[in-house]
């Protein structure tokens, strides 16, 4: 009778030691699978400034760039903070109580960032001095701009929001008939046989702005021709005069409001514009002188709105 005892607490003391280690291996194969999880959760963004681990799909979201501010209501992506001054029209809903206001594009509020606890911020030019500053709160995604290839590097931003998103594949359609917009328009500048001048309008003062420009790709990848092919490149433009204008006697003059982006009740750009000297242009005499939206043109240009917008204001001048 014993030895039949001794058996039984023998086995039951291996099966005890199996079970064991069966719950270990289960514990240690779901610790890897969390693990693995995890990692797939995380995507590493490189970007200009550095780099940011961002979680796949992030819910709560500072955005400080009025383009990914267009691009993410493009894709039905809703945001927690935005700057809330000086927002384009047509994304006046930010700036409603639901959305916290984050201060303005140059001044951010960084105790009201820090306190929403973002998941990611998305910046741009205007605010990549401050970067760091940025980054010590969240991961932060510099979008940036190349203005001498502007398409290339339009497509590169939408393709990263699309991969934190999830949004490939609508991301790669838009971005196909945008492509549709942009070869329809070039078949028609191809045979133009006239010249355009882009200027940007500001309390009286006029700046021009090239080819490789910040407003350049109505040349570079439009294809309009240039009254001018040697404007200096620059963020703020080529200070120029009316009669400046008058010497290159543009066929299409394409004017930017910046007044009418950042202030309520501006004097319109046509005041300025329209002068005697201008007057005499071949722009003005056939009617060719093209107002650009100043809400998609200066203060939320390459979004995924925004550039359709953009491409269609530009058709006028055909």
């Given at each position: ?9 023998v ?60 691009t993410l ?18 994304l006046?809903?930010y ?30 030019g ?13 991961p ?67 700046s021009?702005?090239g ?15 240039a ?5 200096e ?6 200070g ?14 394409f ?8 202030e309520?009740?501006?004097e ?18 056939d009617?060719k ?30």
């Open positions: 009778m014993k030895k039949w005892t001794l058996l039984v607490m086995l039951m003391a291996a099966l005890v030691f199996a079970a064991c280690g069966t719950k270990k291996e289960s514990q240690s194969g779901e610790k890897d699978s969390n693990d693995t999880e995890k990692q797939a959760e995380e995507i590493t963004i490189k970007h200009e400034y550095g780099e940011a681990a961002i979680k796949k799909n992030p819910k709560n979201i500072v955005v400080f760039d009025f383009g990914v501010l267009d209501d493009e894709l039905g992506i809703d945001v927690t903070g935005v700057p809330q001054t000086a927002i384009p029209a047509y006046e809903k700036a409603g109580k639901e959305y916290t206001n984050v201060g303005s594009l140059k001044e951010p509020d960084f105790e009201a960032i820090h306190n929403l606890k973002p998941d990611v911020i998305f910046i741009s205007r605010q990549a001095e401050l970067y760091d500053q940025f980054a010590e709160i969240a932060t995604v510099y979008i940036g701009t190349d203005y001498a290839n502007y398409i290339d590097s339009f497509k590169d931003n939408m393709n990263t929001i699309g991969k934190i998103f999830g949004k490939e594949d609508q991301v790669k359609t838009e971005l196909e008939d945008i492509d549709k917009q942009i070869s329809t328009i070039k078949e028609q500048t191809e045979s133009l046989d006239k010249k355009a001048l882009i200027v940007l309008a500001n309390e009286g003062k006029v021009a702005y080819p490789k420009s910040r407003f350049g790709w109505i040349h570079d990848v439009l294809g309009f021709k009254a001018d092919e040697n404007i490149v620059s963020q703020h433009g080529q120029i005069s009316f009669e400046y204008i008058l010497e290159k006697n543009p066929d299409i003059l004017v930017i409001d910046r007044n009418a982006a950042i309520e009740n501006a319109p750009a046509k005041d300025t514009i329209e002068n005697d000297l201008v007057k005499k242009t071949s722009a003005y005499k009617g002188i093209i107002y650009l939206d100043a809400d998609y043109w200066y203060l939320s240009g390459g979004g995924m709105q925004s550039i359709k917008e953009m491409i269609k204001s530009v058709e006028q001048a055909d």
